[in-house]
C-alpha cells in the first residue's frame, strides 16, 4: 500500500477535477439554456414579423398596382388545409421528440440510479480475481 495521504494520489485528484468540472458545467447550463430559448423566441418573433411585413409590403404594391388578389375558393381551401396539415405534422413531431427526450431522461435517470450497483459488482468482481493472488498471513 502507499504511504502517500489519499489527497496526492492520481484518483483523488482525478476525482476533484471531476467534480470542479461538474460544478462548472452545473452552474453555466442554466445560463446557457436561457440564451439558447431567448434566441430562438427572438428568432421566431422576427421571422414572424418580417413576413406579416412582406405581405403587407405585396398587398399595399398590389392595391396601388390595381391587380387583383382576389383567388377561388378551392384554392383558398387548398391553402388552409395545406397550413393546417402542417402545424399537425410541426405538433406531433413536436411531441415525437418530446417523447424522445422524456424517455432518454428516464433512461439516463435508471442508469444513474444503478451506477452504485454496477460499482459494486464490479468490485466483487475484482475481489474475486484478487483472492487466489493476495498473500496470506
Do not use: H
Amino acid at each position: 500500500m502507499s504511504t502517500q495521504s489519499q489527497t496526492n494520489n492520481v484518483y483523488s485528484t482525478y476525482k476533484q477535477n471531476v467534480q470542479k468540472y461538474f460544478e462548472g458545467i452545473s452552474k453555466i447550463t442554466p445560463q446557457y439554456f436561457q440564451a439558447a430559448t431567448l434566441l430562438q423566441d427572438e428568432c421566431m418573433k422576427t421571422c414572424e414579423k418580417t413576413i406579416g411585413a412582406s405581405v403587407s409590403i405585396q398587398q399595399e404594391f398590389a392595391k396601388k398596382a390595381g391587380i387583383t388578389s382576389d383567388i377561388p375558393n378551392e384554392a383558398k381551401t387548398a391553402m388552409i388545409e395545406t397550413n393546417k396539415q402542417i402545424v399537425q405534422a410541426n405538433t406531433v413531431n413536436t411531441q415525437l421528440v418530446k417523447t424522445v427526450i422524456d424517455t432518454t431522461v428516464q433512461n439516463i435517470k435508471t442508469y444513474n440510479d444503478n451506477v452504485n450497483a454496477f460499482v459494486e459488482l464490479n468490485k466483487n468482481i475484482i475481489q474475486s480475481w484478487m483472492n487466489p493472488f493476495t498473500l496470506k498471513n
